[in-house]
């Protein structure tokens, strides 16, 4: 965990999305019902319903506080209450004040605005309480554990996305993929989101992936398609932890995209029973140092094969052979 020179906000804070409302050309207002934001999931998708022409989107918002923060006798002043909008993928940041809804300061409420044209993919949004300590104003005295995603491509509030999957020839395909023609896929985490290219010259490859033939055919596709999964799981992590941004005294940070996301589900496999920043902090030693690397490269793979259903795939598969042959033989 991060250690700070002043002292902190014990306690939980959470954020929650109350309302949804589309503003369009015009200021035409839309109210979304319930079904375009997840309050489990925590995350918005204004696709749900089924418009692109919406100007900006209006969410209602209401944080709870523990109350030691605005009671006379704390260590803080000026305690204020903000949501942050952030996407690393426009490098666009914005925050708005909540206000107090009862005197105990455990409520609080307000309302953020996202307008269309900013944003291009993902937009994370995380509540931070800020207060005057020691005599220094605007310092972070507590902040959300799960930042909420605001969606703008899906028509679902859904935190894990499917994988897009590519086919293309790699012998006639993109100059990059020539070089590549003899392997079944490549996975490419170079843009907003990873994408699996799948050789369509690879005989018989994409027709087994895509396809529902026999049992034995099925059992193949599956191991096949956990074999993918696992280089995409193992691509992704390397991906992620290789250009982490560092504060200033060189402590990682988890970047608010995609690449977040993985190390946050892959971390307490690969250093496991450590906080995740302790973890995070670990692994980019371990990276960028004179040893330690290659001995986590196990631990990544393991995470990955988990990931990917390796076990389950690779059970199955040799169970099903087993009542084939089984059957054969009777």
């Known amino acids: 965990m991060r250690v700070h020179p002043y002292k902190r906000l014990p306690g939980r804070v959470s954020l929650r999305v109350d309302a949804v ?6 200021d035409v207002r839309e109210p979304l019902d319930t079904s375009a934001f997840s309050v489990v999931e925590q995350v918005v998708a204004p696709g749900v319903a089924g418009r692109d022409d919406w100007d900006s989107v209006r969410l209602k918002l209401s944080a709870t506080v523990p109350g030691k923060a605005t009671e006379p006798e704390s260590p803080w002043s000026d305690v204020a209450v903000v949501a942050v909008l952030s996407e690393g993928a426009t490098n666009t940041r914005i925050t708005a004040p909540l206000t107090p809804e009862a005197e105990d300061g455990r409520q609080w409420a307000g309302h953020l605005d996202l307008w269309h044209a900013d944003h291009l993919d993902r937009v994370t949004m995380s509540l931070h309480v800020v207060a005057t300590v020691d005599g220094v104003r605007g310092r972070e005295i507590a902040a959300s554990d799960k930042d909420w995603i605001i969606d703008l491509k899906a028509d679902a509030p859904l935190r894990a996305r499917e994988l897009e999957v590519v086919e293309v020839g790699f012998r006639e395909g993109p100059e990059w993929l020539r070089r590549f023609r003899e392997v079944p ?3 490419d985490t170079s843009g907003d989101l990873p994408v699996v290219h799948m050789n369509t010259d690879f005989e018989g490859v994409a027709d087994l992936v895509g396809g529902n033939g026999t049992a034995v055919d099925n059992l ?7 074999q993918m999964c696992t280089d995409v799981w193992t691509a992704v992590f390397h991906t992620a932890v290789g250009d982490l941004e560092l504060e200033d005294d060189g402590t990682p940070l988890f970047p608010r995209d995609w690449r977040g996301e993985v190390l946050r589900e892959m971390l ?3 250093v496991p029973d450590r906080p995740l920043e302790e973890s995070l902090r670990e692994v980019h030693r371990r ?5 330690g690397w290659i001995d986590l490269q196990p631990r990544i793979h393991y995470a990955a094969t988990r990931r990917a259903d390796v ?3 690779l059970t199955a598969a040799i169970r ?5 042959h089984r059957g054969s033989d009777a």
């Open 21 to 26: 409302e589309l503003r369009g050309p015009g």
């Open 185 to 187: 896929w490549i996975v």
């Open 220 to 226: 193949v596709r599956d191991l096949l398609i956990a």
């Open 268 to 270: 307490p496999d690969v």
């Open 287 to 291: 990276r960028t140092g004179t040893f």
């Open 311 to 313: 076990p389950k795939a």
């Open 320 to 324: 099903g052979l087993d009542r084939i």
